[in-house]
C-alpha cells in the first residue's frame, strides 16, 4: 500500500488531459458479455477497477488484452457466468455482469456486493429489475442466482439509479420483446453504454431520457468504442484549479457533461475560459460560499460532494453541502478536520465554514472521491499532509500525482511505513 507526501500551498498553473470515464469503461465492457464476439475499446483507463473487471472477465473466461489504453476483448470462449466475492466485495461495479450474463446463458451466479465504505448500498433495483425481465432470483450463501429466460416487460424504477438502469438495459437487448424501463438514469455514462450497445446492433430508443424502449434482440455482433471522457476526473480538476490554479487548462473535456459543476463555479466567482474540449481557470480573489445539494443527472454528482467541500473551507463565510444520493458520504468530514477545516455534519447535511487556515496532518484515504478531496484541501495547507491508503485514488483516477506534478503541485509516492 502507498502513501502521498503532499507538500502544500504550491499554486497550480499549467495543462492537464482529462482520461476515459471508468464509469462509462466498466459497463462497457460488462456489455461484451452479452454476445460472442470481438471488441475493441479505446481510451480506457488504466485503472485498478478496470484491472479488476479485466480479472473478473478472465474468470468468466474472455481473452482480454489491455495495452496504451486499449481493450481488446474476445468473448467468445464465455463458459464461466459467475462473479466471486473476492472481485465483488472491492468493487461493486462487478455487480454490472449480472445483467449480460444473464441474458446470454439464462443462467447465473453473482455474489452480494455487501456493504462499502459510504453505507449499505442496496442492490434491490437490480433485483427486482431482473424479476420483471422474467428471471427467478434466490440467494445462495451470498450469492445471487439468476436462472430463466429474459422476456421483454415495464420496468419502473422508484429510484433513479445507475448501476440498476445499466443491468436492465444490458439484458433487456437480449430480451424476447420489447422492455420500457421509466425513470431509467440520464448520465451520460448510461447513455454512452446505450450507444455502445446500438453498435453491437441493438435496437434503444429514447437514449439520454428517463424513458428507454428496448427491442429485444436475438443476435448481435462485434463493436468497437472510445471511452467518453472521465466527468468526475474533470470536476475534480476543476474544482483543484479554482482552489489553487493559476491559469489551470484542463483538456479533452465534455463541457456538456459538467454544466451544474460550471453553473456552482461561477456562483462562486470562478471565471472559466471556454477553448475547444478544453477550459482555463484560476482561483478567484474572492471564493464565494455556494451551497450544493447533489441529485441524479443533470444535477450536481455525488461524486463531486466531497471536493466541492473542500473548496468551501476556503469561500469567504459558511456554505451548505447536502447530498441526498448518499446520505452516509461524508468519510472525508473527519479528515479535513484535522486538517483544520470547520465543518458541521447533521446527518446528510453538511456546513462548511471558511475561509479556514489549514495546517498538513497525517490522514486516511476512504473511498476514491474522499481521497481527491483530502489531495485538493492538503493542496491548499502550509506545511506537509500524509494521506495513507491511496489505493483508493488508484482505484478511480489515472495518473492522479502526476497529473497534479504536471500542474506543479508537489505529491511524492511512498511506500506506506516509510
Ligand atoms: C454509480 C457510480 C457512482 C456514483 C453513483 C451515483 C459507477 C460504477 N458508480 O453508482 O460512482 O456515485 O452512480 O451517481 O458508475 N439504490 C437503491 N437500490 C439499488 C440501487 C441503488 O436503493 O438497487 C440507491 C442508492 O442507494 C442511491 C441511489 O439509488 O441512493 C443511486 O445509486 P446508483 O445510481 O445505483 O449508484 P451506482 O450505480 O451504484
Redesign the pocket.
Known amino acids: 500500500m502507498d502513501k502521498f507526501v503532499i507538500e502544500g500551498q504550491h499554486t497550480l498553473t499549467g495543462e492537464i488531459v482529462v482520461s476515459g470515464a471508468?464509469?462509462a469503461a466498466?459497463?462497457i465492457m460488462a456489455a461484451t458479455l452479452l454476445w460472442p464476439g470481438g471488441y475493441v475499446l479505446r481510451n480506457v483507463p488504466d485503472l485498478r477497477d478496470t484491472r479488476t473487471f479485466i480479472r473478473l472477465m478472465e474468470l468468466i473466461g474472455a481473452q482480454v488484452v489491455f495495452v496504451d489504453n486499449r481493450l481488446d476483448i474476445d468473448t467468445r470462449g464465455c463458459n464461466r457466468p459467475e462473479a466471486p466475492y473476492e472481485l465483488v466485495k472491492t468493487m461493486?461495479?462487478s455487480f454490472?455482469v449480472l445483467g449480460p450474463l444473464l441474458a446470454r446463458f439464462g443462467r447465473c451466479r453473482v455474489s452480494l456486493p455487501g456493504g462499502c465504505n459510504w453505507?449499505?448500498?442496496?442492490?434491490?433495483?437490480?433485483?427486482s429489475a431482473m424479476e420483471a425481465l422474467g428471471a427467478t432470483i434466490t440467494l445462495d450463501s451470498g450469492y445471487i442466482i439468476a436462472e430463466g429466460p429474459v422476456m421483454g416487460a415495464t420496468i419502473n424504477f422508484e429510484?433513479?439509479?445507475?448501476?440498476?438502469t445499466?443491468n436492465a438495459l444490458m439484458a433487456a437487448v437480449r430480451a424476447q420483446g420489447e422492455t420500457i424501463i421509466n425513470n431509467a438514469?440520464q448520465?451520460p455514462?448510461i447513455v454512452a453504454l446505450a450507444h455502445f450497445l446500438q453498435k453491437m446492433g441493438a435496437q434503444i430508443g429514447g437514449i439520454g431520457t428517463t424513458t428507454l424502449r428496448i427491442t429485444g434482440q436475438k443476435e448481435l455482433h462485434d463493436a468497437e468504442e472510445e471511452i467518453i471522457p472521465d466527468r468526475?476526473e474533470a470536476g475534480t480538476f476543476l474544482i483543484a484549479g479554482a482552489l489553487a490554479g493559476s491559469k489551470v487548462r484542463i483538456s479533452n473535456l465534455r463541457v456538456d457533461h459538467l454544466t451544474a459543476v460550471l453553473e456552482k463555479l461561477a456562483a462562486a466567482g470562478v471565471t472559466v475560459r471556454h477553448l475547444d474540449q478544453a477550459i482555463e481557470l484560476s482561483r478567484p480573489k474572492t471564493i464565494t460560499p455556494v451551497n450544493i445539494v447533489t441529485a441524479?443527472?443533470p444535477g450536481y454528482?455525488?461524486?463531486l460532494q466531497a471536493q466541492w467541500m473542500a473548496f468551501m473551507t476556503q469561500a469567504e463565510g459558511s456554505s451548505v453541502v447536502q447530498d441526498n444520493?448518499?446520505v452516509d458520504r461524508f468519510a472525508h468530514v473527519p479528515e479535513l478536520s484535522r486538517l483544520g477545516a470547520q465543518i458541521n455534519l447533521n446527518y446528510n447535511v453538511a456546513t462548511v465554514k471558511g475561509p479556514t487556515e489549514l495546517i498538513g496532518a497525517p490522514v486516511m484515504s476512504t473511498d476514491i472521491r474522499a481521497s481527491a478531496a483530502i489531495v485538493l484541501t492538503a493542496l491548499v495547507a502550509e506545511g506537509t499532509t500524509e494521506l495513507s491508503r491511496v489505493y483508493h485514488i488508484d482505484r478511480g483516477y489515472e495518473a492522479f500525482e502526476k497529473k497534479f506534478a504536471m500542474l506543479g503541485a508537489r505529491i511524492t509516492r511512498l511506500p506506506e511505513g516509510d
Do not use: F, M, Q
Open positions: 471508468k464509469n466498466l459497463p461493486r461495479a454490472y453505507g449499505p448500498r442496496p442492490v434491490d433495483l437490480h433485483l429510484i433513479s439509479s445507475v448501476g440498476a445499466g438514469a448520465e455514462e468526475i441524479p443527472y454528482p455525488t461524486d444520493i448518499y
